[in-house]
């Protein structure tokens, strides 16, 4: 090659000296808000929980290469910890540190690994391992400590407690919705929701202002486009707004169900996966809508209180589809008439 | 083909669900246990002997348009024996593998046998062939039970007929928690990938030092 006068490299030949440890990175760092929060509302046990998944992701890659004989040091390029980090966000924060474990291991294993790694798996790691945890243990994975413990016990459930227990845990805002809606509907403060300081729920989905600035940084850093984050709000606002405007009373606002449960990590950081969401601006909107409309109804008719984690799995197996479908035309491109 | 190699062949080297990929409906759907594992590969191993040799009998004399459903008329009618046999025998099992006794009808293994080799092998070869398959699907099932219900339930059913039970503990379930997604769909799909791969790994391994 060397005595050749002109080589000619293949495309892309304009870089933006970006590499998956830069986007990983930003990444990890959009996360740090939410894991701030949740660490001071949830106490040491989330950081246990993030520390464990996030540790447990990284040695789990690094077996997983040092077993197909590939390039070890691949397992330090970010995307483990990341999908370790994304894992440990999505999970309660008194649950067990052997169920952490299995979830790493069916993250990086079973969901990436096992199909060829980084870049080849066809959905989400972290969302995988949680769906599976779910399914696997759905005592453990529903059973929601309330933050900052004790103080607000008694706030929240309008009962007096003294310290008699470790923790207390209650129903998450939206399974409290979908219990009784109408009992419910009254004591939703949307100010606790956007702060995320005394609703119960998963680690990383309490704050919602939190997730949003990790999300306004990754836009800004334009690690991720705006499509997809706004197609999945968009259209689980639109479908919350009408079934609110029908009957407000057993169907909760659309500013309840944008802050509460895991819409915006599902939606900045969840949906967006480069691996797994599609490649153009088209069938990003399309697929956003889609998981935004599947989340909805999932959370309004569906058996699971929240929906977002199931709805991002399912479009992603469209994703494929929808990349053939929405190829843009190139400038200029004309269909070729055929002669009849 | 030694007549030892057309038995032996079914477990391993030609083993029907591992290497063929025949018969996944059974296969996935009733390992919930290793028990009924072990009943549905059993009742697929009779099925599979009787049209295996009737077939291999009967070969010379079907016109070649028809034997696809000649042999389906042959396989249903075991089938419909073997239901019967055990809805009269072993109601327990005849009712935890429900629907899936009759579907014995139309799985692959069966049919594709009796197209791929019964028809077409003398009849002492084909009840051989019949013989290693069955109880190699068997096994397959068994072993994919036995992985699904230790971790899924924490037990395991090895023999269960009216009053006699032999069931293993393996770990109680107050202590450590089952993974619960084992004994359901999705898990019989990875437990049965994670098989595939490791027989391959095994396969892989001895060809590199053959």
Redesign the interface.
């Given at each position: 090659m060397e005595n050749r006068t002109f080589a000619v490299a293949n495309s892309p030949h304009v870089h933006d000296n970006s590499s998956i440890q830069k986007i990983m990175w930003n990444v990890f760092l959009a996360l740090i808000p939410a894991t701030f929060v949740s660490v001071y509302a949830f106490g040491f046990q989330a950081a246990r929980v993030i520390a464990v998944s996030t540790i447990a992701a990284v040695v789990f890659e690094y077996i997983a290469l040092l077993f197909m004989k590939r390039d070890w040091r691949a397992c330090f390029d970010g995307s483990a910890a990341v999908t370790g980090l994304l894992l440990g966000l999505t999970l309660p924060s008194n649950i067990s540190t052997?169920?952490i474990l299995?979830g790493s291991f069916v993250a990086i294993i079973?969901a990436k690994q096992?199909f060829g790694g980084l870049g080849h798996n066809p959905f989400n790691p972290a969302l995988t391992a949680r769906v599976?945890l779910l399914?696997?243990?759905?005592g453990?994975l529903t059973t929601w400590p309330l933050p900052r413990g004790l103080e607000n016990a008694s706030k929240f459930m309008g009962v007096a407690t003294t310290k008699v227990a470790d923790a207390v845990t209650t129903a998450t805002p939206l399974g409290a919705i979908k219990q009784n809606a109408v009992q419910a509907m009254p004591n939703i403060n949307i100010n606790d929701l956007v702060f995320g300081l005394q609703t119960p729920g998963s680690i990383g989905e309490i704050s919602a202002l939190a997730l949003l600035l990790g999300g306004i940084w990754l836009l800004y850093k334009k690690i991720i486009t705006w499509h997809i984050p706004v197609a999945v709000i968009a259209s689980v606002g639109f479908v919350a707004l009408i079934t609110w405007r029908i009957d407000p009373k057993h169907y909760a606002d659309p500013f309840f169900h944008f802050f509460a449960g895991g819409l915006f990590i599902g939606a900045f950081f969840m949906a967006t996966d480069y691996v797994t969401a599609p490649i153009f601006s088209t069938g990003k909107l399309i697929y956003g809508a889609g998981v935004g409309l599947l989340t909805i109804i999932i959370r309004l008719w569906g058996g699971y209180p929240e929906g977002i984690s199931f709805a991002i799995l399912i479009m992603n197996a469209v994703t494929p589809l929808l990349d053939r479908w929405t190829v843009p035309k190139p400038f200029g491109f004309q269909k070729v008439r055929s002669k009849s | 083909m030694s007549a030892g190699k057309e038995f032996t062949k079914g477990f391993w080297r030609e083993n029907p669900s591992l290497v063929l990929l025949l018969g996944m409906c059974p296969t996935l759907a009733v390992t919930t246990s290793a028990f009924n594992g072990l009943g549905m590969g059993m009742a697929t191993t009779v099925v599979l002997i009787g049209s295996n040799i009737i077939i291999s009998l009967i070969a010379g004399i079907i016109p070649k348009k028809v034997r696809i459903p000649s042999y389906i008329v042959v396989i249903a009618t075991l089938v419909t024996m073997v239901d019967m046999f055990m809805a009269a025998y072993a109601p327990d099992l005849h009712s935890a593998l429900g629907l899936f006794i009759p579907l014995i009808v139309v799985n692959c293994i069966i049919l594709g046998r009796a197209e791929a080799f019964a028809s077409k092998n003398s009849v002492g070869y084909a009840a051989l062939d019949g013989i290693g398959m069955g109880l190699g699907f068997a096994l397959t099932l068994f072993i994919l039970g036995s992985i699904r219900e230790v971790l899924g339930n924490g037990t395991l059913t090895v023999f269960k007929y009216k009053e006699v039970l032999l069931q293993f503990v393996v770990y109680h379930k107050e202590a450590i928690?089952p993974?619960?997604?084992?004994i359901?769909a999705?898990g019989a799909f990875?437990a049965l990938?994670f098989l595939l791969?490791f027989k391959n790994y095994i396969d892989g391994f001895k060809k590199k030092n053959a």
């Amino acid at each position: 090659m060397e005595n050749r006068t002109f080589a000619v490299a293949n495309s892309p030949h304009v870089h933006d000296n970006s590499s998956i440890q830069k986007i990983m990175w930003n990444v990890f760092l959009a996360l740090i808000p939410a894991t701030f929060v949740s660490v001071y509302a949830f106490g040491f046990q989330a950081a246990r929980v993030i520390a464990v998944s996030t540790i447990a992701a990284v040695v789990f890659e690094y077996i997983a290469l040092l077993f197909m004989k590939r390039d070890w040091r691949a397992c330090f390029d970010g995307s483990a910890a990341v999908t370790g980090l994304l894992l440990g966000l999505t999970l309660p924060s008194n649950i067990s540190t052997g169920i952490i474990l299995i979830g790493s291991f069916v993250a990086i294993i079973i969901a990436k690994q096992v199909f060829g790694g980084l870049g080849h798996n066809p959905f989400n790691p972290a969302l995988t391992a949680r769906v599976f945890l779910l399914i696997a243990f759905p005592g453990p994975l529903t059973t929601w400590p309330l933050p900052r413990g004790l103080e607000n016990a008694s706030k929240f459930m309008g009962v007096a407690t003294t310290k008699v227990a470790d923790a207390v845990t209650t129903a998450t805002p939206l399974g409290a919705i979908k219990q009784n809606a109408v009992q419910a509907m009254p004591n939703i403060n949307i100010n606790d929701l956007v702060f995320g300081l005394q609703t119960p729920g998963s680690i990383g989905e309490i704050s919602a202002l939190a997730l949003l600035l990790g999300g306004i940084w990754l836009l800004y850093k334009k690690i991720i486009t705006w499509h997809i984050p706004v197609a999945v709000i968009a259209s689980v606002g639109f479908v919350a707004l009408i079934t609110w405007r029908i009957d407000p009373k057993h169907y909760a606002d659309p500013f309840f169900h944008f802050f509460a449960g895991g819409l915006f990590i599902g939606a900045f950081f969840m949906a967006t996966d480069y691996v797994t969401a599609p490649i153009f601006s088209t069938g990003k909107l399309i697929y956003g809508a889609g998981v935004g409309l599947l989340t909805i109804i999932i959370r309004l008719w569906g058996g699971y209180p929240e929906g977002i984690s199931f709805a991002i799995l399912i479009m992603n197996a469209v994703t494929p589809l929808l990349d053939r479908w929405t190829v843009p035309k190139p400038f200029g491109f004309q269909k070729v008439r055929s002669k009849s | 083909m030694s007549a030892g190699k057309e038995f032996t062949k079914g477990f391993w080297r030609e083993n029907p669900s591992l290497v063929l990929l025949l018969g996944m409906c059974p296969t996935l759907a009733v390992t919930t246990s290793a028990f009924n594992g072990l009943g549905m590969g059993m009742a697929t191993t009779v099925v599979l002997i009787g049209s295996n040799i009737i077939i291999s009998l009967i070969a010379g004399i079907i016109p070649k348009k028809v034997r696809i459903p000649s042999y389906i008329v042959v396989i249903a009618t075991l089938v419909t024996m073997v239901d019967m046999f055990m809805a009269a025998y072993a109601p327990d099992l005849h009712s935890a593998l429900g629907l899936f006794i009759p579907l014995i009808v139309v799985n692959c293994i069966i049919l594709g046998r009796a197209e791929a080799f019964a028809s077409k092998n003398s009849v002492g070869y084909a009840a051989l062939d019949g013989i290693g398959m069955g109880l190699g699907f068997a096994l397959t099932l068994f072993i994919l039970g036995s992985i699904r219900e230790v971790l899924g339930n924490g037990t395991l059913t090895v023999f269960k007929y009216k009053e006699v039970l032999l069931q293993f503990v393996v770990y109680h379930k107050e202590a450590i928690r089952p993974v619960l997604v084992f004994i359901l769909a999705p898990g019989a799909f990875i437990a049965l990938g994670f098989l595939l791969a490791f027989k391959n790994y095994i396969d892989g391994f001895k060809k590199k030092n053959a």
